[in-house]
């Protein structure tokens, strides 16, 4: 039987990423409330953030029953600059705020992964439940403030860690991109492997036809 393997994430740029890689997969999205459970863990630092977040919404897709017997796959990024933990910014001032900050410097994008094996023993399923972090350090142009008005105008940089993407508009303002690329984009391939390949399961198992 193929394993069926479901994206816990609305996030157009992962599943892009996966269907670009040729891995065929479900989504699913979940409801937590990714606030409240920062602040229930206590967490602080932005690579613990993304990890328990991730593990979060894995597991609330997981216990749905239209992931019953899939490999479900929960992912969150989480941006640092200064030590300081930026997610989404949602608002354009804080948007823009956090763009003319990181101008001309760098920061790390920290992204959490966590898989959970749904399936039963009958079809090949091995209980595994586990993660880890993919990171990288993203170096920005010295954009201008007419640059930044105008790419926080577009409302792409409000709806993702770090106000900024390496797959779309943003993409324009990234000089350069140093340790895991995909995981800028919000997944690592290179972890996802390893984490399937715990639960048995190969990612050429995955794989869709070409057209």
């Known amino acids: 039987m193929t394993p069926r393997l479901v994206l816990a994430s609305r996030s157009p740029a992962r599943t892009k990423l996966l269907a670009d890689a040729g891995i065929g997969h479900d989504r699913l999205v979940s409801d937590v409330d990714e606030d409240a459970?920062?602040?229930?863990?206590?967490?602080?630092?932005?690579?613990?953030?993304?990890?328990?977040?991730?593990?979060?919404?894995?597991?609330?897709?997981?216990?749905?029953?239209e992931a019953a017997g899939a490999l479900v796959l929960g992912c969150d990024s989480v941006f640092a600059l200064d030590g300081e933990?930026?997610?989404?910014?949602?608002?354009?001032a804080v948007a823009t705020a956090r763009i003319r900050a990181m101008r001309g410097r760098s920061g790390v994008l920290h992204t959490g992964h966590w898989l959970v094996d749904t399936r039963g023993p009958a079809a090949g399923g091995t209980g595994f439940a586990g993660g880890a972090p993919a990171s990288a350090e993203v170096f920005f142009a010295p954009m201008s403030d007419d640059e930044v008005a105008a790419y926080v105008a577009t409302g792409e940089p409000l709806h993702v860690a770090g106000s900024?993407?390496?797959?779309?508009?943003?993409?324009?303002?990234?000089?350069?991109?140093?340790?895991?690329?995909?995981?800028?984009?919000?997944?690592?391939?290179?972890?996802?492997?390893r984490l399937l390949a715990e639960a048995g399961v190969g990612v050429p198992e995955l794989w869709t036809p070409r057209p």
């Open 37 to 65: 459970v920062v602040r229930e863990r206590g967490v602080t630092g932005a690579e613990e953030t993304a990890m328990v977040l991730a593990r979060a919404k894995a597991e609330a897709v997981a216990a749905l029953p």
């Open 85 to 92: 933990v930026h997610g989404k910014p949602l608002d354009p």
């Open 164 to 193: 900024f993407t390496i797959d779309s508009l943003g993409a324009s303002f990234v000089e350069r991109v140093e340790g895991d690329v995909h995981a800028v984009v919000g997944l690592s391939l290179a972890v996802l492997r």
